[in-house]
């Protein structure tokens, strides 16, 4: 079946540091892949996707790349902010019949920005 | 456009109680899929509905039912409550439930069971 493990958290960074969240899947064939956000209280945004490999999805400052021949796609971003602090999550969904509106989460990473 | 919308917010009932939850969907989205959150299990996938119809299932017990109307608003019923159904529940609305489409998400109902 399909899985999504993502770093264990939380991680704690300064203002305008450098940010990575490693993501990396199993699935078969070509699935789509997402990163969300969720701020306390709040349901999930979509940060960014890629529907297929190498494509590059960036959104605010954050990019990922869907790496298939290392089933990745670690979530980056440069200078991070107070305000980026929140849940992020990587997901996946795949093609067929039986994955209708079925996205796949990882368990979450906390990230939390000090001033 | 308005975003999804979920009601009510919160919600506090007593084992073995039933609840439904409602949520509509962005307008001329067809696909209403529900997620359980909890600290422990994460997020996982309930059910999907398509044009009144379910077309996706995921691991829950008989309890987790569902239902979509013709207006594509979905409601989630929850029959003999336990105390490990208390969490967040979300859903998501797409245009056509496809792999490679953006899921929308409301801001979830929490209901937190004694």
């Known amino acids: 079946g399909n899985s999504v493990t993502q770093m264990e958290g939380p991680v704690t960074l300064s203002e305008e540091a450098f940010l990575t969240i490693n993501c990396t899947y199993t699935?078969?064939?070509?699935?789509?892949l997402f990163w969300y956000v969720q701020y306390p209280g709040e349901g999930l945004q979509l940060l960014l996707k890629a529907t297929k490999a190498d494509d590059k999805g960036s959104n605010k400052g954050f990019e990922a790349t869907y790496r298939k021949e290392t089933t990745s796609f670690h979530l980056e971003k440069g200078s991070v902010q107070v305000s980026d602090s929140a849940v992020y999550f990587c997901a996946l969904s795949n093609a067929g019949g039986t994955s209708y509106g079925k996205l796949t989460f990882g368990q979450g990473t906390i990230l939390t920005v000090h001033p | 456009k308005a975003g999804v919308t979920q009601t009510p917010r919160y919600l506090i009932k007593t084992r073995g109680q039933q609840v439904t939850l409602s949520c509509s969907p962005i307008?001329?989205?067809?696909?209403v899929s529900w997620y359980q959150q909890t600290p422990g299990q994460g997020l996982q996938f309930l059910f999907e509905?398509?044009?009144?119809?379910?077309?996706n299932k995921g691991n829950f017990p008989g309890r987790f039912s569902g239902r979509q109307f013709s207006n594509s608003r979905s409601e989630m019923n929850v029959s003999t409550l336990e105390l490990g159904d208390s969490a967040l529940y979300l859903c998501a609305s797409s245009s056509q439930g496809g792999h490679q489409e953006t899921q929308y998400f409301g801001p979830g109902t929490r209901l937190l069971v004694l």
């Open positions: 509905y398509f044009s009144e119809t379910q077309r």
């Open positions: 307008s001329g989205h067809r696909s």
């Open positions: 699935a078969t064939g070509y699935p789509s």
